[in-house]
């Protein structure tokens, strides 16, 4: 997380790549050869996600040990408090902490399948503000900590197609300060479609105190039916354009993910262009529109590019 302030503070362009723990074994070891592939393009940082409900924890700390001690890339660890007892979070952080690891995104998680609302566990905690606490008051500034930001505010507070309430919007951006006042040196942002929003909740945090590094999280559109699930699930908006883009291609699998490359390369060219030089991708545990992206905005070479990738990206961005 220095790296990234220090990336920050001088202005070089820096960019992070976040996995999901694969279901098998065989699908782990393919993750570790895409990871490998894209680590040689120089991410910033890789962070591995905790399942829903702690349901990956086992792996997600195996994972994150490799990544740190084997692919040697600066690893962030996600930790939610879904039915975790305070000794099961320390147990995770010792472990992280014996390992090397520095970095964790401190999280409330989201209900265990089958519950619409989120239940603190006997012994835990209730939200990320009291993780963020926790780990600074028991390990002092060993981490560094990484909390979730929300540009369209979190989805319990978001009311079908009019988005939050002015009200719960700023109820949330208080809250969000709390958490960095509380010790959390970065905010990485959940997915979003419309870059003025995400420019609108970086200036209003701004207003209103934080002053850390706000990365926005990208994701790429690799897929129709997984964008429609994302967003529905996240309740995101999804600007009209968008819609009248992808509602004719939305069959053609290769049309889509041009389509995906074109207008992540679009909302990056947006973003750095407003003074911002972090981008997190949410890969999806897939590399082809990451790295296409991010050869459309120079920031990787082409040259290690085709060395790299069995697929090369289409070199005149985005036609349909
Ligand atoms: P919190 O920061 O605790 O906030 C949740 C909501 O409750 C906010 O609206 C906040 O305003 C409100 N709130 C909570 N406490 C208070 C309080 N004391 N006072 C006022 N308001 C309060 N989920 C996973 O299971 N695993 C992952 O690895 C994972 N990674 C994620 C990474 C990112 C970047 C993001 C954005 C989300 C991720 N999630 C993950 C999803 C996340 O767990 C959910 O969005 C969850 O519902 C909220 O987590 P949080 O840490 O944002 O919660």
Not at 75 to 86: D, R
Not at 104 to 115: E, S, W, Y
Not at 118 to 138: P, T
Not at 214 to 219: A, F, H, K, L
Request: aromatic residues 8%; proline residues 5%.
């Amino acid at each position: 997380i220095e790296k990234i302030q220090e990336a920050a503070a001088n202005g070089r362009t820096v960019f992070s790549f976040e996995y999901f723990p694969p279901r098998t074994e065989e699908g782990v070891e393919n993750l570790f050869e895409r990871m490998d592939r894209m680590v040689a393009h120089g991410p910033n940082f890789c962070d591995i996600t905790w399942g829903a409900g702690g349901s990956t924890a086992d792996v997600t700390l195996d994972i994150a040990n490799r990544m740190q001690n084997m692919v040697c890339v600066e690893t962030m660890m996600h930790l939610t408090c879904t039915n975790m007892p305070v000794e099961k979070i320390d147990s995770a952080l010792d472990t992280i902490k014996s390992n090397g690891i520095q970095n964790v995104l401190a999280l409330r998680g989201d209900p265990p399948h089958g519950q619409d609302k989120f239940v603190q566990v006997a012994g835990g905690f209730s939200c990320a503000l009291d993780l963020v606490q926790h780990i600074k008051a028991k390990y002092g500034d060993y981490f560094g900590i990484t909390v979730a930001g929300y540009p369209e505010a979190h989805p319990e507070v978001i009311l079908g197609e009019e988005g939050a309430t002015e009200e719960a919007y700023s109820n949330d951006l208080a809250y969000l300060k709390r958490k960095v006042d509380a010790g959390a040196d970065l905010i990485v942002t959940q997915l979003f479609y419309d870059t003025d929003m995400f420019l609108k909740f970086v200036n209003d945090c701004r207003q209103i105190g934080i002053t850390c590094p706000i990365v926005p999280g990208i994701m790429p559109i690799n897929n129709y039916k997984g964008f429609i699930r994302m967003t529905g699930f996240c309740k995101t908006k999804i600007p009209a354009e968008i819609t009248a883009a992808l509602d004719p291609i939305k069959d053609n699998e290769e049309a889509v993910k041009a389509y995906g490359i074109h207008l992540g390369t679009e909302m990056c060219k947006k973003i750095l262009a407003s003074g911002i030089n972090t981008l997190h991708l949410y890969t999806l545990n897939m590399e082809k529109t990451a790295l296409a992206i991010l050869m459309n905005l120079g920031l990787i070479e082409e040259s290690k590019l085709s060395r790299t990738l069995p697929w090369r990206p289409p070199t005149n961005v985005f036609r349909v």
